[in-house]
């Protein structure tokens, strides 16, 4: 090959990447901004909700608190409902927190001072999240509200992600031009915006790559066969009460608020006895303390004569993680699993996922989230500057398509790699596939014409 001929590869390889970056980028736009601003709110959700709601939150340690039984007693009789789940108060200044279905249906949570009983305020349920501000704030950032197609948006976004980081490396490569700056070398215009965008997104590359891949795992097509391959191959979930005793068909994750990731989908076992004296909930809080769940769990009450008592906890040191299952008659055992139980794949994914909500380096990993949220909002905005002082007008502007489409077999392979790695992008490319060829077919007809 002559160098005019490989100058002339080059180049067009550096058009492609350059037009399927810039349509990726213009496409998953929203949806980074969306992912950027409610990750950066939700990372802070517990200071955001402590001091927002400060009164329900933190009481005056005293020295003795009351039982279990005359604090949730307290919670019903002010606010008459189903008892669903109580949660102890995790420090000495902290409030207990009992949630209740009332009569009209409607999920509340009851904050009471563990050393009088009085009842503090109400709030309604916002699970996890802590409050329904912050409810509304987690919704908006896995898109849940649009429902099934809502998820799958997300996890395309987050998959794009990660190639338009590689992509967008490869563009910055210098080539024998003023490319490949390592800092803001323009004074204004859009030059400016465009070593804004390259400068933020190398700094930034290896924190973006993190944060899409550890928030796959809660995706319905990545997350689900990242599941089953890890379960597959013994390195994700272990073997556990289900192939022993019956289950139910409701997932852990729905029945306690927050519970491990690996755990969620896994079914919530049954009693074995469908009448008797169900265990006090004083008791069922004993045992549980006694076989050491840190402070912050929540313990879920049984649904049905056939339910069982589980108490979970996910706190910031992931390896105090635990789901226990108590048999509501008996008392017995069902199920207790933690952090070290899982395998290889599942104990990773469980650090992920801690590190991408910002709980497992304390402030610092906030801090390093809160940036590199900020950093994902400057390139969107300067992607979008850029694209709008550059587009002709009353037109897209998106860059000509390549007339020389001799592009490298390792890229075509990778290409293929990474659509089978992240399934719905390998859909998402088949499709502007399709676009690019009919656009490259109809141009040629014209210029033949």
């Known amino acids: ?141 896995s898109l849940e509200y649009v429902g099934w197609l809502g998820n799958r948006l997300i996890e395309l976004a987050a998959g794009w992600m990660v190639l338009l980081v590689g992509t967008g490396l490869y563009l910055w490569m210098p080539r024998g031009r003023n490319v490949g700056t390592v800092r803001i070398k323009a004074a204004r215009g859009r030059p400016w915006w465009r070593d804004l965008h390259a400068v933020t997104g190398l700094y930034t590359a290896g924190f973006i790559v993190f944060l899409a891949m550890t928030g796959l795992p809660w995706s319905g097509v990545w997350g689900a066969k990242f599941y089953d391959t890890a379960y597959a191959i013994g390195l994700g979930m272990p073997d556990g009460y289900w192939s022993k005793i019956p289950v139910s068909t409701e997932p852990v994750g729905d029945a306690v608020d927050r519970a491990p990731w690996i755990m969620e989908q896994q079914p919530v076992p049954l009693s074995t006895a469908a009448e008797g004296v169900p265990q006090g909930l004083d008791t069922v809080v004993s045992t549980v303390e006694r076989l050491g769940l840190v402070p912050g769990y929540s313990v879920s009450m049984p649904k049905g004569a056939t339910g069982v008592f589980t108490a979970s906890v996910y706190p910031d040191d992931i390896t105090d993680e635990r789901v226990i299952h108590l048999d509501q008659y008996s008392g017995e055992v069902l199920y207790d699993a933690g952090f070290e139980d899982l395998g290889t794949l599942g104990r990773w994914a469980e650090w992920g996922v801690s590190v991408h909500m910002g709980q497992e380096f304390g402030l610092v990993n906030q801090i390093v989230l809160l940036l590199t949220c900020l950093a994902m909002v400057a390139m969107c905005v300067s992607a979008a500057t850029m694209w709008w002082k550059r587009r002709p007008s009353g037109r897209i502007g998106v860059p000509q398509v390549p007339a020389d489409w001799r592009i490298p077999r390792g890229l075509l392979v990778m290409a293929v790699i990474a659509g089978v790695f992240f399934p719905l992008v390998g859909v998402s490319m088949l499709v502007l596939a399709v676009v690019e060829i009919i656009v490259w077919l109809l141009r040629r007809q014209r210029q033949i014409a």
Do not use: C
């Open 1 to 141: 090959m002559t160098d005019l001929t490989q100058r002339a590869a080059s180049a067009a390889l550096y058009r492609a990447v350059w037009r399927w970056h810039f349509i990726a980028g213009l496409l998953v736009l929203p949806f980074m901004l969306i992912l950027a601003i409610t990750g950066g709110i939700y990372i802070f959700k517990d200071e955001i909700n402590d001091a927002a709601h400060a009164p329900l939150r933190f009481v005056e340690a005293g020295e003795t608190a009351l039982a279990p039984s005359q604090i949730t007693a307290a919670a019903l009789d002010a606010h008459p409902g189903t008892l669903r789940a109580y949660t102890p108060a995790q420090t000495p200044d902290r409030s207990a927190e009992v949630d209740i279905t009332g009569a009209d249906g409607l999920r509340d949570t009851v904050y009471v001072d563990p050393y009088t009983g009085n009842v503090l305020g109400t709030l309604w349920d916002g699970g996890a999240a802590g409050s329904p501000a912050m409810f509304v704030v987690r919704k908006l950032h």
